[in-house]
């Protein structure tokens, strides 16, 4: 499977234009960095090829098809604020459950403690929720995961192993994953290649 963008171009409004005639393509299985000066667009090439934005020119195709708007994802996308990627008021349980219903098995390796199922994410720290938004987005329809900046704010314990679960899973499963990052070490570590914005 191939996740693909072809001479996209975007700008917000009638902003600059953040993004001209960028290329990108990822296979299933393969671990794809993107690295790139601060405001040079990696966010907004996340969030495109999520189909979270629509780019102006060019597009975004699944093995040849547009994504999916109206059934479950399979590009699913993790970002550096997991407080703005969850409804306060659902209860974790419910949001952990918004997509698949993830094994015990998935839980315990990413360090989800049950105690934490029945709390509101403003009882959870950011570690802790981010750990919930992981596990959401790591169900069996998932073919591709983009990974924003999404330990960025964790202690380096936790981050190897969030990173551990997260390539056991995308192993296991076939998924792709790209991986955005100001990290050089953490992106050489992970990545099979690196493309520069
Ligand atoms: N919603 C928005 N409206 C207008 N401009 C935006 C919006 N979001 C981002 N931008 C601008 O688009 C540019 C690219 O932003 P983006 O967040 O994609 O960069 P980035 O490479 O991820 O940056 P960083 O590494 O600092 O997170 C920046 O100049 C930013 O100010």
Known sequence: MQLKGENIGFRYDNGPWILQ???FSIESGEVVGIMGSSG????TLGRILAGYEDPQVGKVTLNGEA???RTYNPVQLVFQHPEKAVNGRWHMKNTLQEGWDPQDEILEALGIEKAWLKRWPNELSGGELQRFCVARALGSKTK???ADEMTTMLDAITQAQIWHVVRDVARK??????VISHEEHLI???CDRVVKL
């Open 40 to 43: 040079c667009g990696k966010t």
């Open 144 to 146: 591709f995961l983009i």
């Open 21 to 23: 005639d960028m290329n």
């Open 173 to 178: 499963q076939d998924i792709g994953l790209v």
């Open 188 to 190: 050489k570590r992970l």
């Open 67 to 69: 994504l999916p708007k």
